[in-house]
DNA sequence: TATTGTTATACTCTATAACTATA
DNA sequence: TATAGTTATAGAGTATAACAATA
């Protein structure tokens, strides 16, 4: 059974996620961080310290701003900002556990509202999306 | 066959959504408005003319901010501003013309981006995510 | 001279507190 | 007095342009 004619509209998919994001988001803890500041974390968790440079192309901002991002970071003690030994021009940032605490507990809120909303769908509708997750996993890695 | 063990992981969908949305936000044209803006004038295009508290209640945000939203939509000639004629207190903002092509544009252009990112899956991935989308819409309605 | 990062400046977007106008 | 909205002020977050330091 060739899945030829999948029907799958962008418009709608694009409305569903950004309307799934949007209640997401209003579940964040208060004072959340920003979405850049969260990626940047969560970029540095996973792969390590990282340059400046490195960190703004990532993210798609611009230098400046990173600059900036990474010193409100450092100041709230979520990240720190280290020379790098062999080039003086290097700047390197890197998650502090603080930091990661921030991460799990954001995190750990997220699931729990997801959860609660899970709780007003049909197994068979949470079983759909289970069943999509590992496609749309694929189609933003 | 009843579903009682998804297995859907909060986390994991969380994150799936969260990178989908940035992947849809970077392909956003450029000057783009914001989020909120956005949101906003989605629901005057959906529910018609709107006051503004009911906006700030809506999209989240505080009285202030929604009065400065609207102060913006209006002098970049997307939305109106108009008075209540039964209760001289109550401010009215509808969106325009001009307005509703910019959100007809965003639309275009974002449907453009992710059919760009639906090329690279399989036919297989497709049809999964274009099964689950009504429950993801439902998820978040 | 090229690369890395910072500083200067300006704008959007948001919040809280204080205010005005209408009911 | 209560409600609807605005103004004042402050801060995060972003951009471009100009600058400093290192390679």
Redesign the pocket.
Same mark, same amino acid.
């Given at each position: 059974m060739p899945a030829s004619k999948t029907a799958l509209d962008p418009a709608r998919l694009t409305a569903a996620v950004e309307r799934l994001f949007s209640v997401l988001r209003h579940g964040n803890p208060p004072n959340d961080?920003?979405?850049? #500041?969260a990626s940047t974390l969560r970029r540095l968790e996973r792969e390590g310290p990282r340059?400046? !440079?490195?960190l703004a192309a990532a993210e798609?901002?611009?230098?400046?701003?990173?600059?900036?991002? #990474?010193?409100?970071l450092e100041r709230d003690g979520l990240a720190e900002?280290t020379t790098?030994a !062999?080039?003086?021009?290097?700047?390197?940032v890197r998650v502090t556990q603080a930091g990661r605490d921030l991460l799990a507990r954001r995190r750990a809120v997220r699931a729990e509202h997801l959860t609660a909303l899970l709780r007003d769908l049909t197994p068979e509708d949470e079983a759909l999306i289970a069943a999509a997750l590992p496609a749309l996993e694929r189609l933003a890695p």
């Open positions: 961080i920003s979405l850049t #500041a340059r400046l !440079t490195e798609g901002v611009t230098q400046p701003a990173m600059t900036q991002l #990474a010193q409100r900002r790098d !062999t080039d003086g021009r290097v700047v390197l």
